[in-house]
């Protein structure tokens, strides 16, 4: 089973700070990653699907980059806003396995 | 409104019982995925279904078993329950592969007493 880690665990900003956090998984035989986006009391919602080295996706104020070859992938937020408050989720994809998510990075940004 | 649904919303039961969640998934999706989360931890992959076949398994309870039917639903069957079974259960679909976004029903949220 993967080892999937995310951090930090969770995170506490000002409305207008830009943050980000991490994802980390092990680099061999990788195939994809995935964000999702989870607010209380919804379902995981898809960001980004990202699968080369290198990759930058962006959607909105939000951002991903990835890195394949050391393992990690950083979720960029621009000026946060409260509606942004949400559990940010990672889930490699490796070889044969399926999805392994992490336990996520739980955002609250204070108005 | 991902387009996936799944029936019931909450489902109240005793220990030793058996009970069935249903799940349809996108119009054009052929894989569904079955995934628990329990308090305290994180989304748990249960098994997968691609256009009628298991395709993947996960951390699935000999106590469980899955389907997809033809028509592309799937049904997730908890029998024996525990009070350990007490969680959200979400089913998922994607057009095809698990390198695939996957789009999350609602959810349904399982009390075993």
Redesign the interface.
């Known amino acids: 089973i993967l080892n999937v880690e995310q951090s930090p665990q969770s995170l506490h900003v000002q409305e207008g700070d830009s943050t980000n956090f991490t994802c980390s998984f092990p680099s061999s035989n990788f ?2 990653l ?1 964000w999702y986006r989870w607010e209380t009391a ?5 960001l980004f ?1 990202m ?1 080369l080295n290198g990759d930058e996706k962006k959607k909105g104020r939000i951002s991903a980059t990835l890195n394949t070859k050391e393992g990690y992938s950083y979720l960029y937020i621009k000026g946060s806003q409260p509606e942004d408050s949400a559990t940010y ?1 990672c889930a490699p ?1 490796s070889g ?9 990075t739980r955002l609250s940004v204070i108005a | 409104d991902s387009g996936v649904t799944q029936t019931p919303k909450h489902l109240i039961t005793a220990t030793g019982q058996r009970v069935t969640l249903r799940c349809s998934p996108r119009s054009g999706d052929l894989s569904v995925y079955w995934y628990q989360q329990s308090l305290d931890q994180g989304l748990q992959f249960l098994i997968q279904y691609y256009n009628g076949e298991e395709r993947a398994k996960g951390n699935i309870l000999e106590r469980f078993s899955a389907q997809q039917f033809p028509d592309l639903h799937s049904e997730l069957n908890l029998s024996s329950l525990e009070l350990g079974d007490s969680a959200l259960y979400f089913c998922a679909s994607s057009v095809a592969g698990r390198q695939e976004t996957q789009y999350f029903g609602p959810g349904t949220r399982l009390l075993v007493l």
């Open positions: 195939y994809a995935h919804k379902s995981p919602e898809a699907v699968t989720l994809l044969n396995t399926p999805l392994v998510f992490g336990k996520g």
